[in-house]
């Protein structure tokens, strides 16, 4: 079972940057990616990242002010969030696979594993 825990959300105002990372625990490989979820919204795709770090894929919304990467040895993916706007406020959350290391993952349902979330309200 892999757990994967997520951390560095927060309130932030409009234009701010924040920093989320998510730790996976044991060792393995992984494909990653981060999704959020609003209040009576659906779970959207917001990033993600393949095993070896050569392949990242965004949703439209967020290229260009979001970044996502990710440390091997420590297990451990980031999402770098520039320019924030409200329509980011969000629980946000971290994903992994280990069925396609390789791949860029883009669905809910192509994702094994789940962190619990952490919140970022960006205010105007």
């Known amino acids: 079972q892999v757990q994967l825990v997520e951390s560095g959300g927060g309130l932030v105002q409009a234009g701010g940057s924040l920093r989320l990372s998510c730790v996976a625990s044991g060792r393995s490989s992984y494909s990653m990616g981060w999704f959020r979820q609003a209040p009576g919204k659906e779970r959207e795709f917001v990033a993600a990242?393949?095993?070896?770090?050569?392949?990242?894929y965004y949703v439209d919304s967020v290229k260009g002010r979001f970044t996502i990467s990710r440390d091997n040895a420590k297990n451990t993916v980031y999402l770098q969030m520039n320019s924030l706007k409200p329509e980011d406020t969000a629980n946000y959350y971290c994903?992994?696979?280990?069925?396609?290391?390789?791949?860029?993952?883009?669905?809910?349902?192509?994702?094994?594993?789940w962190g619990q979330g952490t919140q970022v309200t960006v205010s105007s």
């Open positions: 990242i393949n095993w070896r770090a050569g392949r990242t």
């Open positions: 994903a992994a696979d280990r069925n396609s290391p390789l791949a860029i993952l883009t669905k809910v349902s192509e994702y094994e594993y």
